[in-house]
């Protein structure tokens, strides 16, 4: 199957330079030049992933992103900015961007985050060995319409927040590392933003744990990374 790809950016020659590369890779793009008919297209058309500048005439691509991600449906957002900062870096991943990347770039690179992305798209699909439903205690998580309920509650994640627990709620026991988590869920290492991890981490302990301090589904293993306890009773009452 063809993926198709949006890429939503304003300077028309780079715009036009990505859709030739990207169609070398036999991948289908449609291509827009502000804001506000990117979401549009976004919004209308079905696409395996969107390419998305940060800065855009009409809406800017952190509100775009913050669109897509109030959606129930997933696509993977690749963001594009000339700025450098830190702080733009993590705000693009914060808001849901799955990958992020500072003009000026390498085509090679590109396309190479643009290949990780499929692939942990792929992985994640493929990890079909985890159950549909997966009920831990008073959690309960339905994979293929990606939600998740507690104490018969429904609880809003982001993209991210889910792929997290979903991927730790799959392999309770087994202990990650910040580095594995950021190459498991975000597509490969981002080197020097294990923070990233932490911050997600806070915030879905905080939606899914009584006691955020205490927390009783997701645990810190100290000077390694996080687990999920296997030691909850899948069969307590709700």
Same mark, same amino acid.
């Given at each position: 199957m063809?993926?198709?790809?949006l890429v939503?950016?304003d ?14 890779l036999?991948?289908?793009v449609d ?7 990117g ?12 390419i ?14 913050r669109?897509?991600?109030?959606k129930s449906s997933?696509?993977p957002?690749?963001?594009?900015t000339s ?7 993590i705000?693009?991943l914060e808001?849901g961007?799955?990958?992020y990347?500072?003009k000026p ?8 985050r643009?290949k990780?992305? *499929?692939?942990?798209?792929e %992985?994640?699909q493929? +990890?079909?060995k !985890?159950?549909?439903? $997966?009920?831990?205690g008073?959690?309960?998580i ?9 104490h018969?509650?429904p ?9 997290l627990?979903l991927? *730790?709620?799959?392999?309770? %026991?087994r202990?990650? +590392?910040?580095? !594995?988590?950021?190459d $498991? ?8 933003y ?5 911050s ?5 302990r905080?939606?899914i744990?009584e ?8 645990l810190t293993v100290w000077g390694?990374g996080?687990?999920f306890?296997?030691h909850i009773?899948?069969s307590?009452?709700?």
């Amino acid at each position: 199957m063809t993926h198709r790809i949006l890429v939503v950016e304003d300077n028309k020659d780079l715009a036009k330079v990505l859709k030739m590369h990207l169609e070398d890779l036999s991948l289908k793009v449609d291509l827009t030049y502000d804001g506000v008919a990117g979401l549009t297209k976004a919004a209308t058309g079905s696409y395996d992933l969107i390419i998305l500048d940060l800065m855009l005439p009409g809406l800017d691509g952190i509100e775009i992103c913050r669109h897509i991600r109030s959606k129930s449906s997933y696509t993977p957002i690749l963001m594009l900015t000339s700025k450098s900062s830190e702080l733009d870096r993590i705000l693009g991943l914060e808001m849901g961007a799955d990958d992020y990347v500072t003009k000026p770039f390498s085509i090679k690179e590109l396309m190479a985050r643009v290949k990780a992305i *499929f692939r942990r798209v792929e %992985g994640m699909q493929n +990890s079909k060995k !985890q159950e549909e439903i $997966i009920s831990a205690g008073n959690l309960v998580i339905d994979s293929s319409k990606r939600t998740v309920h507690c104490h018969d509650e429904p609880i809003d994640l982001t993209a991210k927040e889910f792929d997290l627990l979903l991927y *730790f709620a799959g392999h309770p %026991g087994r202990v990650y +590392s910040r580095s !594995q988590l950021l190459d $498991i869920v975000w597509g490969y290492g981002h080197e020097g933003y294990e923070h990233t991890v932490n911050s997600h981490m806070n915030r879905l302990r905080a939606k899914i744990e009584e006691d955020p301090s205490n927390p009783r589904y997701i645990l810190t293993v100290w000077g390694v990374g996080y687990k999920f306890s296997e030691h909850i009773d899948n069969s307590e009452e709700k």
